[in-house]
């Protein structure tokens, strides 16, 4: 089962930041917090994942709060092409992975 | 890098009939691949693990002799559904995960769609 909780949906204006929470009260110290992608009819794409520390590529950050409960990924400048669900997964090590029900991101012009 | 294909990309198939999915790792040799199938509207739900050379684990409530998996060698996988109804029409989907670098990530095909009549 899954183990995080998302809202259903969100709303971004293009070109602001997208901040999008997720609750995993319950994860292990061995598991990483994982975020995905999934454009409609199309494959999940990997977007950033992380332990402990805050993590940043170049596509989003991730921040991790320090009792590990909670997370939000942060797309710094939305674009029309980010419009997706995204899904936040906890897992061990690129494990099993448990998909919930994600988050619906619309992307406003 | 790190680039999953699946074939086909889309199949309709009678009713009894089966069908084959395949899902190849094309520029890295993979750990473990994983099949996932998700309907409309639905979120992905993991079918099963596969290793290279051992058996499949399979997820509870997936029939294992209803959805045979292949995991021939470090780059190939592949999804048997065998006498397919049309509650098997979904969305099937595959991933990979890297056997050096970037082992704790799962990298995913872009789906196929079945479509069974």
């Known amino acids: 089962d899954a183990k995080t909780t998302q809202p259903p949906s969100m709303d971004c204006a293009e070109g602001r930041a997208a901040n999008l929470p997720c609750n995993h009260s319950?994860?292990?110290?061995?598991?990483?917090v994982y975020w995905y992608r999934q454009i409609h009819s199309q494959g999940p794409q990997y977007i950033i994942h992380?332990?402990?520390n805050n993590e940043t590529n170049e596509m989003a950050s991730l921040i991790i709060t320090e009792d590990r409960k909670s997370s939000t990924l942060i797309l710094p400048h939305a674009t029309l092409r980010d419009t997706a669900v995204y899904y936040c997964?906890?897992?061990?090590?690129?494990?099993?992975?448990?998909f919930g029900t994600g988050t619906s991101l619309t992307v406003i012009p | 890098g790190a680039v999953v294909s699946q074939h086909p990309s889309r199949v309709i198939c009678k009713s009894g009939t089966s069908v084959k999915i395949e899902c190849r790792s094309l520029?890295?040799?993979?750990?473990?691949m994983f099949w996932y199938r998700q309907f409309p509207k639905k979120s992905l739900m993991l079918m099963a693990t596969?290793?290279?050379?051992?058996?499949?684990?399979?997820e509870q409530g997936v029939e294992k002799d209803k959805f045979l998996i292949n995991h021939a060698s470090l780059t190939l996988s592949t999804l048997t559904v065998t006498s397919a109804h049309p509650e098997d029409s979904s969305f099937y989907i595959c991933?990979?995960?890297?056997?050096?670098?970037?082992?704790?990530?799962?990298?995913f095909g872009p789906g196929t769609r079945l479509t069974v009549l």
């Open positions: 991933s990979a995960t890297p056997r050096a670098r970037d082992r704790d990530t799962q990298y």
């Open positions: 319950t994860i292990s110290g061995n598991e990483y």
């Open positions: 992380g332990l402990k």
């Open positions: 997964i906890v897992s061990p090590s690129g494990n099993q992975f448990y």
């Open positions: 520029d890295f040799q993979a750990t473990t």
């Open positions: 596969s290793n290279e050379g051992s058996k499949a684990t399979y």
